[in-house]
């Protein structure tokens, strides 16, 4: 077809199923997805002037390409505005010759039935009702929303987002989730104008990222899907020019207050079975395409990876909550207590084979500032400081990743990956070797990335099916894992750590 592999290839090495998968799977490194279908049915026209067996041949290999095309992308159909006029064309082309596929029924009816539940994005038809208003994880207010089920974030899903002024008074937009920041910019304007702002302050605005250590990022007007891109405690700031240096983080970001907090009155068990929980709602967000185009920076057009940015996200938020509660507690001994507690939750984790959460706790109690509190270390019995120390061990990236990877592969499904991990692999591969050598197509990259792509399927083949007892505080528990708040400013952990122990090692 399109494809001319760099390299032999024999049946054995790559049944024809699995070549399938490979293509559709990893066709954006080499093949925007529009022009990979109109290929497609370019392919599928030209078998029709063919005779006998050759020509059906070809047809029904479209038909399975196309089958297979459907089943992997199905809701990122969504987002591609050029693809539904090519895949229902195509599809019309097939079913007209649908009397040629007597040993294929089960086929054409399985095509009928994708065309009709997948969701194509036409362009010149009437635009959908307006969509609901999506909430990001991060900026919950309200229990009730935190509370719902994670469902998978698009594009065109349109969200509330504040933006705010060097002040810090801010305006709330609404807007698509893959909006750029020429359109973020212009909501923005209309509502200072609409505020009855002094006239010319919108004239020339920019757009930027500032986080709570007061880092500023200036986003360029081409720029999309800035809002998952966001650190945890970073927020937008519409300003002109000659206001940019003077741009400071909002004042509640830095504001500590020490003291007893919701982790002193849960128990391990109760947090541990959230955490899994919730993050296996976010890992099955996540559609396995969004690992290729994170990593292989949106070849078919645009990257749609917001629910894979906002699970790493949600794991940088869980080691700086495992900071941030032991940094914010006072008493020594509660503090040790709390590490035990930590410990207790990371084994757990483990035991729910949620290694995301255990890595992201464990890597919080290896911060630099909880690690030098060598008094508070120094009160934690014998067993868990030797525990803590086989989990160190885990997640030493020693040997690329030795020990990790021995334990995840012993494991069955279902399981939560330390995902950060997959998409280094799937860096390294990317960068190993060329996608197209001489000018052909090199299938041994694509079949590698795909492998890795399927680890993923396996991890989520099976339901999770934790046993939770509906306790009392349940429900107030379940908000409190789901919506962390942490402090991601090291230079502000390091500060409170040297109030605590200013002489420890």
Not at 15 to 20: C, F, N, R, T
Not at 270 to 298: I, K, M, S
Not at 475 to 499: G, P, W
Request: net charge negative.
């Amino acid at each position: 077809m399109m494809l001319r592999p760099g390299y032999p290839l024999s049946q054995e090495s790559f049944p024809i199923d699995i070549l399938l998968d490979d293509i559709v799977l990893t066709h954006s490194l080499f093949l925007p997805t529009e022009k990979f279908l109109q290929e497609l049915h370019q392919y599928f026209v030209r078998a029709g002037g063919m005779e006998g067996p050759e020509g059906l041949g070809r047809k029904q290999a479209c038909l399975a390409m196309l089958l297979h095309f459907l089943d992997t992308y199905q809701g990122l159909l969504q987002e591609e505005e050029g693809a539904g006029h090519i895949i229902k064309d195509l599809y019309l082309l097939i079913m007209k010759d649908e009397s040629l596929y007597q040993g294929l029924r089960e086929d054409t009816l399985r095509l009928h039935q994708l065309v009709e539940t997948v969701e194509l994005k036409i362009p010149e038809e009437n635009q959908p009702p307006s969509k609901q208003v999506k909430p990001l994880f991060r900026h919950f207010r309200r229990i009730d929303s935190c509370l719902q089920t994670r469902v998978a974030f698009r594009g065109s899903d349109e969200i509330f987002c504040r933006v705010y002024m060097p002040d810090h008074s801010y305006v709330t937009i609404r807007s698509r989730l893959s909006a750029s920041v020429q359109d973020i910019l212009g909501s923005v304007t209309e509502k200072l104008q609409y505020s009855e702002e002094p006239a010319g302050r919108e004239d020339s605005l920019i757009l930027v990222a500032v986080s709570s250590s007061g880092e500023k990022v200036l986003l360029q007007p081409t720029e999309d899907c800035v809002f998952t891109a966001l650190g945890i405690n970073s927020h937008l700031f519409a300003c002109t020019r000659d206001s940019y240096e003077a741009l400071v983080p909002l004042p509640e970001e830095i504001q500590v207050s020490p003291g007893d907090t919701e982790i002193h009155r849960v128990e391990p068990e109760d947090v541990a079975n959230h955490l899994t929980a919730f993050h296996w709602e976010l890992f099955r967000c996540v559609h396995e395409l969004e690992f290729v185009d994170y990593v292989f920076h949106g070849e078919r057009g645009r990257r749609e990876t917001a629910n894979l940015e906002l699970l790493l996200q949600r794991c940088s938020e869980v080691t700086h909550w495992v900071a941030t509660e032991v940094l914010l507690c006072e008493a020594p001994g509660k503090r040790a207590q709390l590490l035990k507690k930590f410990i207790k939750i990371a084994a757990l984790c483990k035991q729910n084979q949620d290694l995301l959460s255990f890595y992201a706790v464990v890597m919080g109690l290896d911060n630099a500032a909880v690690s030098r509190l060598r008094l508070t270390w120094e009160k934690l019995p014998g067993k868990f400081k030797n525990l803590f120390r086989k989990f160190e061990n885990l997640t030493d990236p020693c040997r690329n990743h030795k020990s990790y990877r021995e334990v995840i592969s012993k494991m069955k499904p279902p399981v939560i990956p330390f995902v950060p991990l997959i998409l280094k692999d799937l860096t390294f591969l990317h960068e190993g070797s060329k996608t197209l050598v001489d000018g052909l197509v090199n299938i041994e990259k694509l079949h590698s990335v795909a492998e890795k792509v399927r680890t993923i399927r396996k991890y989520r083949s099976r339901p999770l099916c934790l046993d939770m007892e509906a306790s009392p505080n349940h429900l107030q528990t379940k908000a409190y894992v789901r919506q962390f708040q942490v402090i991601d400013n090291q230079n502000l952990l390091f500060e409170l750590s040297y109030k605590l122990e200013a002489n420890s090692q």
